[in-house]
T-cell receptor, first 112, second 116 residues
């Protein structure tokens, strides 16, 4: 079931700018994951951050996690037109095995 | 990386017919597979969780007699939409995980179902 919210729902920026997306969740988690989805396609796993981690980097991606505020952010630096996609956070709760609960997603448009 | 495939990628069927969608893990054994439904410009809604060899666990509001899920092997799960209606038209996505405690899910490319 849907429990997370993402902010903003849509974001339009110029190539080279940074894009920041935020995600909030409601229950305690074991981990939080970020996924990317190109229009009409499946999801691609970007990064996983565990509940005992505060920040994680992968290439141009930087993810933060604040468990006290039940929120996470995804920063894409030096964006490219190819980064245009929808980005979803998904939380993995403590007591439900591998089940993920997805946020509403942010549609990112990077203009060349 | 782990690869999950879905077949078919697109299907158009007439109202009242049944449609089967396959989800396969190509290079790993999937102990758990998940089925999601996604409406246009919306997020993924989990429909059900299936573990190999056992009955699927359906999310609240999902009709188990309408969306039949079979996970007969560690590499294959199927979703059958029975007596399809136009409102069942959607994008259906499966995902799979391997070892217990390994939290990353690998997603299939999705199946676009259109019921006319």
């Amino acid at each position: 079931s849907q429990q997370g919210e993402e902010d903003p729902q849509a974001l339009s920026i110029q190539e080279g700018e940074n894009a920041t997306m935020n995600c909030s969740y409601k229950t305690s988690i074991n981990n939080l994951q970020w996924y990317r989805q190109n229009s009409g396609r499946g999801l691609v796993h970007l990064i996983l951050i565990r509940s005992n981690e505060r920040e994680k980097h992968s290439g141009r991606l930087r993810v933060t996690l604040d468990t006290s505020k039940k929120s996470s952010s995804l920063l894409i630096t030096a964006s490219r037109a190819a980064d245009t996609a929808s980005y979803f956070c998904a939380s993995g709760p403590n007591n439900a095995g591998n089940m993920l609960t997805f946020g509403g997603g942010t549609r990112l448009m990077v203009k060349p | 990386g782990a690869v999950v495939s879905q077949h078919p990628s697109r299907v158009i069927c007439k109202s009242g017919t049944s449609v089967k969608i396959e989800c396969r893990s190509l290079d790993f054994q999937a102990t758990t597979m998940f089925w999601y439904r996604q409406f246009p410009k919306k997020s993924l809604m989990l429909m059900a969780t299936s573990n190999e060899g056992s009955k699927a666990t359906y999310e609240q509001g999902v009709e188990k007699d309408k969306f039949l899920i079979n996970h007969a092997s560690l590499t294959l799960s199927t979703l059958t939409v029975t007596s399809a209606h136009p409102e069942d038209s959607s994008f259906y996505i499966c995902s799979a995980t391997g070892l217990a405690g390994f939290y990353e899910q690998y997603f299939g490319p999705g199946t676009r179902l259109t019921v006319t």
